[in-house]
């Protein structure tokens, strides 16, 4: 998986969730998005997808029962996104 697409994302997550006080460093790759990790919620994630789908012309849908091992950690995210995306 392409390193530019992690730092792609984690820029993409801090600058559309309006992260403050989240540099792209304090994201770690396998570290939870959700939760304990880096506190993200349902409403974070319907935005994530969106930007996904702006950006990489990748869908995600809220009832996808895939989406809990898609939004697992970045490295997921990033896995997900490089082999869906359209753009």
């Known amino acids: 998986m392409p390193e530019n697409l992690i730092e792609e994302l984690k820029t993409m997550l801090i600058e559309g969730l309006r992260l403050e006080d989240v540099a792209p460093e304090d994201i770690a790759p396998d570290g939870a998005l959700f939760g304990s990790g880096l506190?993200?919620?349902s409403i974070?994630?319907?935005e994530i997808g969106v930007m996904l789908?702006?950006?990489?012309g990748v869908k995600i849908t809220?009832?996808?029962e895939r989406n809990p091992?898609?939004?697992?950690s970045l490295n997921a995210l990033?896995?997900?996104?490089?082999s869906n995306r359209t753009r």
């Open 44 to 46: 974070d994630a319907l």
């Open 69 to 72: 091992q898609i939004f697992a």
């Open 78 to 82: 990033a896995e997900f996104v490089a």
């Open 53 to 56: 789908d702006r950006r990489y």
């Open 62 to 64: 809220s009832g996808d």
């Open 39 to 41: 506190g993200l919620d």
